[in-house]
């Protein structure tokens, strides 16, 4: 019989993995839409072809590139 503590401790294992990979699938969503920038010519291009608005398509490359700048030394 698993106890209370045991069932808690594993949810949490679960949510932090499933958090890991909510973040990587993050990150490969907005190296693939940089990708489409790159290859599209521009944001508003990629959002037409997603069939989205430019916003969310900037909005993710932006999180992405502010997220990977390195901190100043």
Do not use: C, F
């Amino acid at each position: 019989m698993t106890t209370w503590k045991a069932r808690h401790d594993e949810a949490v294992r679960k949510q932090h993995a499933a958090q890991l990979a909510y973040q990587q699938a993050t990150d490969e969503r907005a190296l693939a839409l940089l990708a489409g920038v790159e290859e599209l010519g521009s944001q508003a291009a990629v959002a037409r072809e997603l069939g989205v608005k430019t916003p969310s398509v900037n909005q993710a490359i932006r999180a992405y590139q502010k997220k990977s700048e390195t901190p100043p030394a």
